[in-house]
């Protein structure tokens, strides 16, 4: 199985930017499509952004696009999620998956534990 860490999480302001990075052990990175979720207060996990396994391919939820940019590193074996223009509706624990599918596969995905991200108004 793969391992996956995420950082880069914390407290911002409204229109500001943060970087996000997931760093994944384990298994061949290149072999999975990599994906990002989130999870806000009382409300249910949901779907951000998904790369493809050479980086090819990338989708977005409505909600981000335009603000948020999916890129991976295969050779670091890393994914990144750059959030710009973040506003306090994107508060919420951020989660990384690998996938052998893409778009990704929620219920065979391998996840992170999480990294907070917080937006003030």
């Known amino acids: 199985q793969v391992q996956l860490v995420e950082s880069g999480g914390g407290l911002v302001q409204a229109g500001g930017s943060l970087r996000l990075s997931c760093a994944a052990s384990?298994?061949?990175?290149?072999?999975?499509?990599m994906g990002w979720f989130r999870q806000a207060p009382g409300k249910e996990r949901e779907f951000v952004t998904g790369?493809?396994?050479?980086?090819?391919?990338?989708y977005y939820a409505d909600s981000v696009k335009g603000r948020f940019t999916i890129s991976r590193d295969n050779a670091k074996n890393t994914v990144y999620l750059q959030m710009n223009s973040l506003k306090p509706e994107d508060t919420a624990v951020y989660y990384c998956?690998?996938?052998?599918?893409?778009?990704?596969?929620?219920?065979?995905?391998?996840w992170g534990q999480g990294t907070q991200v917080t937006v003030s108004s």
């Open positions: 790369i493809s396994w050479s980086g090819g391919r990338t």
């Open positions: 384990g298994r061949t990175f290149s072999n999975y499509a």
């Open positions: 998956a690998a996938s052998w599918s893409f778009p990704i596969a929620t219920t065979d995905a391998y």
